[in-house]
Each structure stands twice: as C-alpha cells, then as structure tokens.
C-alpha cells in the first residue's frame, strides 16, 4: 500500500525558510515520479516541483531560484527546500507520487491530475 506523509510544515516570516519532508512507501523509490503541489483557499492546486525518475527537476515559475526539491535515496524521503518566502506561498502542500501515464514534456508532471499516489498535506503560512 503506498503511503506518503508530509511534515515540516509551519508558520514563518517573510524571507524565510522551511524543510518540507515527504516520507514515502512506494518501491522502488527511485523510480517514482513525485512532486510537490500546493493549494491555497479559493484556488486550484497547483504544481511546485517535481523529480522525475532520472532525477530531473522541474520548477514553476514562481518558485524557480527560491526552492529545490531533492531526493534522498537512502531513507525513502522527498524533500520541499524552500528559501525567500512569500505571502503568497502560504498554502496546504502536498507530496504526490507515481504517473496515472507517460508524459510528454517536463511540465506536463506540475499537473496535480497526473498523479496516482497523495498525501495528506502540511500547511505552511508565511506572514509579511
């Protein structure tokens, strides 16, 4: 059964930073495809990175240069590094996992429709 579970999040200053972890039971983990997705009051979730199984990253143009989203192999955790936070990042994210099918481009994989597998989310808020 996969399972992933977030954590990390919290309340933060703007221009901080924050570690989000996403601890994953899918096997073999490197060959998953995950991301990181986040949903604020009103809106569509939408996508903030992800990693595809060759360890390629892709980014949305609001968080590009401010997070990175590294894998750590060894412990079966996808990580949400995020630096110079805003107002407007504040939101629930989640963690999600495995391709409900093959996509053509990289940023066909921040469609939050494309994935099998979530969480259940950790809130961060970023107060100006």
């Known amino acids: 059964q996969v399972q992933l579970e977030e954590s990390g999040g919290g309340s933060v200053q703007a221009g901080g930073s924050l570690r989000l972890s996403c601890a994953a039971s899918?096997?073999?983990?490197?060959?998953?495809?995950m991301g990181w997705f986040r949903q604020a009051p009103g809106k569509e979730r939408e996508g903030v990175a992800t990693?595809?199984?060759?360890?390629?990253?892709t980014y949305a143009d609001s968080v590009k240069g401010r997070f990175a989203i590294p894998k750590d192999y060894t412990g079966n955790t996808l990580y949400l590094m995020m630096s110079s936070l805003k107002p407007e990042d504040t939101a629930m994210y989640y963690c999600?996992?495995?391709?409900?099918?093959?996509?053509?481009?990289?940023?066909?994989?921040?469609?939050?429709?494309?994935?099998?597998?979530w969480g259940q989310g950790t809130q961060v808020n970023v107060s100006s």
């Open positions: 990693i595809d199984d060759h360890g390629v990253t």
């Open positions: 999600a996992a495995g391709l409900r099918s093959p996509i053509r481009t990289f940023d066909e994989g921040l469609d939050a429709g494309r994935y099998r597998y």
């Open positions: 899918v096997y073999p983990f490197n060959r998953y495809h």
